[in-house]
C-alpha cells in the first residue's frame, strides 16, 4: 500500500509536468472510485487549469482553477501515470497498458494522466477549498514538518493507551504512515510494535521522531517500496525494497543480532520485529 515516500515520489514528479497544464477533457470508465457522480465530476473538472500539485498525508492533491482540489488517495493498489503524448497510455503508448484504467484526463498543452487501480480501494474526490481546509484539519501533523517538535510528538504519543504499531498507522495521530515503514521505524529505534504509545519516554519519542524522519527521507530518495503494484508517475518501481531490515523479512536474521524476525498480526496488520533487539518490556510509568 502506498505511503509517504510512494506518494511523494508521485507528487514531485507530477509537480514538474502538470502545473500550467488545462484539463480538456475527463473519461470516467469507473465511477465507483468517485466520491460524486460521474457527470458532475466531470463537469467540474473540464476546462480546469491545474495550478499546483501537492500532498497531505497519502493524499496527491491537485490544485485546480475554479477553485477547487482534486484529491488522489492512491489506496492499495492506485496508479497516476502521465504520459507526455495524448492517448499515450495504452496500446503503443509510453507505458504499455495499465491494468484497471479508472479515470482518464486529456491534457493541454497535450498529454494524459492516468489513474488506474486494480483492486479499486483508491478514491477520487472533488472539494471546494473550505471542505479542503477542514478534512485537512481533521489529520495529524506531517511528520517532514520540521514544526512537529519532539516535545510536541512525546505529547501526542503519552496521550493514548494505543500499541504504537497502531498509534503510528492511525492518520489522525500523524500522516503518512503504512505497514511498511511503521515496522522498519520501529526496528530502528527497538521498540516492541505492541507497546502502548504512552509507555514511549521522552528520550526514546525523540529517537522514533528521529527514525520516523530518517526512514522516510530514504524511501523519498529510493522512490519508494514496490512489492508488487506502486509504480511512479512514469511507471516506474521504487527501488527501496532492498532496504527493508524488518517488514516482509520474517524467519530471515536481524541485520543487528541474526535472531529470526518474527510476524505478528494485530489490529488486521502484520507487524515485523526482531524479538530480541525489540522487547515487549518496558518500564511503566508511575
Ligand atoms: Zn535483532
Redesign the pocket.
Known amino acids: 500500500m502506498p505511503e509517504l515516500p510512494e506518494v511523494e515520489t508521485v507528487v514531485r514528479q507530477l509537480s514538474q509536468t502538470l502545473p500550467g497544464r488545462r484539463i480538456l477533457e475527463v473519461e470516467v470508465i469507473h465511477p465507483d472510485l468517485l466520491r460524486e457522480a460521474s457527470e458532475s465530476f466531470r463537469r467540474d473538472i473540464r476546462g480546469s487549469k491545474i495550478q499546483s500539485v501537492g500532498r497531505r498525508g497519502k493524499n496527491i492533491l491537485l490544485a485546480l482553477s475554479g477553485p477547487r482540489f482534486l484529491s488522489v488517495n492512491l489506496g492499495m493498489t492506485g496508479q497516476l501515470l502521465i504520459a507526455p503524448h495524448p492517448g499515450g497510455i495504452g496500446e503503443g503508448g509510453s507505458l504499455g497498458t495499465p491494468p484497471h484504467p479508472v479515470v482518464l484526463f486529456t491534457l493541454d498543452p497535450p498529454g494524459s494522466l492516468l489513474f488506474a487501480d486494480t483492486r479499486r480501494f483508491g478514491c477520487l474526490r472533488l472539494w471546494t477549498p473550505e471542505a479542503w481546509e477542514a478534512e485537512s484539519a481533521r489529520l495529524g501533523p506531517e511528520p517532514l514538518d520540521r514544526g512537529l517538535t519532539p516535545r510536541d510528538f512525546h505529547r501526542l504519543l503519552a496521550r493514548s493507551r494505543s500499541p504504537i504499531r497502531s498509534w503510528l498507522l492511525d492518520q489522525t495521530h500523524i500522516v503518512g504512515i503504512g505497514n511498511i515503514y511503521a515496522s522498519e521505524v520501529l526496528f530502528r529505534v527497538g521498540i516492541h510494535p505492541k507497546r502502548p504509545a504512552r509507555s514511549v519516554d521522552r528520550i526514546e519519542s525523540g529517537r522514533l521522531l528521529k527514525a520516523v524522519r530518517a526512514v522516510l527521507t530514504e524511501a523519498i530518495r529510493a522512490r519508494g517500496t514496490t512489492l508488487r503494484d506502486f509504480r511512479t508517475a512514469t511507471g516506474d518501481r521504487g527501488a527501496f525494497e532492498p532496504s527493508l531490515q524488518a517488514y516482509g523479512r520474517a524467519g530471515m536474521p536481524?541485520p543487528?543480532?541474526n535472531?529470526p524476525i518474527e510476524r505478528i498480526v494485530f489490529g488486521n496488520r502484520s507487524a515485523f520485529f526482531?524479538p530480541?533487539?525489540q522487547p515487549l518490556e518496558y518500564r511503566e510509568k508511575a
Open positions: 536481524c543487528r543480532c535472531t526482531c530480541c533487539c
